[in-house]
């Protein structure tokens, strides 16, 4: 009996250490941005992933995110923004933006991630990325003169200058409303990165009713 009172009281004390570091703490956990930013979702709570399509936790995380943003509130809006910290990075922003503008993301979005990361296709080549795309049912050459195209080259400049606003330096990284910057460097790890948006999400959600 004495043994039985000692257990359940050690998984108490678990359990009640476990909660408190579930708790998001400012400084560990995630920043405050000093001014906050603008957003762009109206009414709606702004979550930005600022990710890259060849970062492997990105990669993991994806799943994660995209069940929580389709099974959560409709008062979130998901943005994701292809962080451009070096100029390496700048054809995957350019795969992105170019199946965003062919309104092929929602489609191929995960299929860029797995293909590349676990079937190995190297999508970072323009040539590529253009059988690829041939082979999921896209115009060839309609995507390679898009790829090219002045607009892609301006959403890529927009990319670069929220990349450096926001002051992103590792991904994948999350700006709530505007005011928070979380990542998974930061928390630990994907599970813990989605406890903490969902934290951030609420915070946010308060200090707008202020």
């Not at 700048?90 to 503008?101: M, R």
């Not at 191929?108 to 999508?123: A, E, Q, R």
Request: include cysteine; charged fraction near 20%; glycine fraction near 6%.
């Amino acid at each position: 009996m004495i043994l039985l009172r000692n257990v359940l009281a050690a998984l108490l004390l678990a359990f009640v250490a476990a909660g408190a570091q579930a708790q998001a703490q400012l400084g560990r956990d995630y920043i405050l941005l000093d001014p906050p930013r603008a957003v762009s979702s109206g009414d709606k709570i702004e979550v930005i992933e600022f990710f890259y399509y060849g970062c492997a936790v990105c990669y993991e995380l994806e799943p994660k995110l995209s069940r929580w943003f389709f099974n959560g509130p409709p008062s979130v809006a998901l943005r994701r923004v292809p962080a451009l910290s070096t100029d390496n990075w700048d054809n995957f922003a350019k795969l992105f933006y170019t199946l965003e503008s062919m309104g092929q993301l929602a489609r191929l979005h995960w299929p860029v991630y797995d293909n590349f990361h676990f079937n190995g296709i190297k999508l970072k080549e323009e040539a590529t990325m253009a059988a690829w795309v041939s082979h999921n049912g896209l115009d060839k050459q309609k995507f390679i003169d898009t790829y090219r195209s002045p607009k892609i080259q301006a959403k890529l400049a927009e990319a670069r200058n929220m990349t450096q606003s926001y002051d992103i330096r590792g991904v994948p990284s999350i700006v709530v409303d505007g005011k928070f910057v979380t990542s998974a460097r930061m928390t630990g790890g994907t599970d813990e990165l989605m406890q903490v948006i969902e934290q951030l999400v609420q915070l946010a959600r308060k200090a707008r009713v202020k």
